[in-house]
């Protein structure tokens, strides 16, 4: 069964650019589909971006040119390059693995805070 490790939240200003990391481990990596989602504070977790075992992707409206999710099978990497950030990103970003649209296997959150 895979286990995740999300990496690489912080502090960044409006603009700016940070890069989340999705370590995984344990077998089956590779078929799984990928998805990043995050929580704001008093709202409901929200899907932000899902990769295919094939790497077909797809991405929520408001981050669409912004937000770029890639996966590295022979590392059992997944990433999301978030560039152009703005204040309403600011929550905790989860690294998920799923099939056929389930996420069953969670990571434990990284937060992105994106303040002037």
């Known amino acids: 069964q895979v286990q995740l490790v999300e990496s690489g939240g912080g502090l960044v200003q409006p603009g700016g650019s940070l890069r989340l990391s999705c370590a995984a481990s344990?077998?089956?990596?590779?078929?799984?589909?990928m998805a990043w989602y995050r929580q704001a504070p008093g709202k409901q977790r929200e899907l932000v971006a899902t990769?295919?075992?094939?790497?077909?992707?797809s991405y929520v409206d408001s981050v669409k040119g912004r937000f770029t999710i890639s996966r590295d099978n022979a590392k059992k990497m997944v990433y999301l390059q978030m560039n152009s950030l703005r204040a309403e990103d600011t929550a905790v970003y989860y690294c998920?693995?799923?099939?056929?649209?389930?996420?069953?296997?969670w990571g434990q959150g990284t937060q992105v805070t994106v303040t002037s």
């Open positions: 344990g077998s089956g990596f590779s078929i799984y589909t």
């Open positions: 998920a693995a799923g099939v056929s649209g389930i996420y069953t296997l």
């Open positions: 990769i295919t075992s094939s790497g077909r992707t």
